[in-house]
């Protein structure tokens, strides 16, 4: 099995890279957002609360990023530093651009969606010259999101922060994120993401998101093991497919294979679970555990984020988590 190799003795663990968002999660659950009328603020986009849950598990982070000159892009970058995230690399647009937003209804704990909005939006003007090679240098792993490909200048800093990873021997793992409002099409996507794919160590995305990558290669769609070996020829040592409540199948490229177990939650809504075992697992990772310890304590994180409101807010200690594996260790 190829396990990612982490560099020993740089001052960061992970350096995110991708969207800054806003999330506005309805108050009055178990109805339509049309009849919604409160909704509470966090900071959202998957890259950011994987950074988020990293930094709670005790990871030295980073992130790199673009961030609207207004009062929302402070607040962002106020709880990125409250949580001893480094924003050195966090840039404040000065183009005009707005911070995306993400309303999120939620009808049930099955009922779920997210309304987002994403023209103009400081994250994806991101450019390449904010790419410092030195900075990813730095750090033991870069954590990016597929949504920065979406549109230019922020494709082209990713594929650089990427290429830049890669030089100097940082772990690139790659989250496909793929959120629809920003994409013209679903072929751009599927090429785009399958170019970052390629050039990364870990690979984690659900079912239906590598189906859009599967297409590109004409990959029968559905099949987790066809479509972890398609990746695992590149450059990745491993694949995470995620399905919900279903768990996870985590794939080696010596042909072995884990499917991980679910945890019991009082749910309340559906996202944010993926972010909370991404943090996790990585974590895991870091510290050298095997694939089954690493799924084990994304699955109880995930558990403990979608019993909460917040997604970013949610995410949880180590003990927290701990205390959930023990709770229902012999289930």
Avoid at 265 to 270: D, E, I, N, S
Wanted: negative net charge; charged residues 25%; glycine residues 10%.
């Amino acid at each position: 099995m190829t396990l990612p190799s982490f560099a020993a003795g740089r001052p960061l663990d992970v350096i995110g890279l991708g969207r800054l968002c806003i999330d506005l999660n309805a108050n009055e659950i178990h109805r339509p957002m049309e009849e919604t009328r409160t909704f509470t603020k966090y900071v959202g986009g998957s890259p950011a609360n994987i950074t988020i849950a990293l930094a709670r598990l005790g990871e030295k982070t980073g992130f790199i990023g673009r961030v609207s000159d207004d009062q929302h892009g402070r607040f962002i970058t106020r709880y990125l530093e409250e949580r001893g995230i480094d924003t050195s690399h966090v840039i404040t647009d000065k183009s005009g651009s707005v911070t995306g937003l993400a309303f999120t209804e939620i009808k049930s704990p099955t009922d779920c969606s997210i309304l987002m909005y994403r023209d103009n939006v400081a994250d994806l003007k991101l450019e390449p010259g904010d790419i410092d090679a030195a900075y990813i240098g730095s750090a033991k792993a870069l954590l990016v999101s597929g949504t920065a490909l979406a549109a230019s200048p922020s494709r082209e800093a990713a594929l650089k922060a990427i290429h830049v990873a890669r030089e100097c021997g940082t772990v690139v793992i790659f989250d496909i994120d793929y959120r629809p409002y920003t994409w013209t099409s679903r072929e751009e996507t599927g090429i785009y993401c399958s170019i970052a794919a390629a050039k990364s160590d870990v690979i984690l995305g659900g079912r239906e998101e590598f189906d859009l990558l599967d297409a590109v290669y004409e990959t029968p769609h559905g099949d987790d093991r066809r479509t972890a070996e398609r990746w695992l020829r590149e450059s990745a040592g491993i694949v995470v497919v995620k399905r919900g409540g279903d768990g996870s199948t985590v794939y080696a490229r010596d042909g072995r294979s884990w499917t991980g177990r679910t945890f019991p939650a009082q749910v309340v809504k559906t996202f944010g679970a993926g972010d909370a075992f991404a943090g996790a697992f990585i974590h895991g990772l870091l510290h050298g555990w095997d694939i089954e310890r690493c799924q084990l304590f994304g699955s109880a994180a995930a558990s403990i984020v979608v019993a909460s409101h917040s997604c970013s807010d949610a995410m949880p200690t180590a003990e927290q988590i701990e205390d959930v594996i023990g709770r229902y260790a012999n289930g």
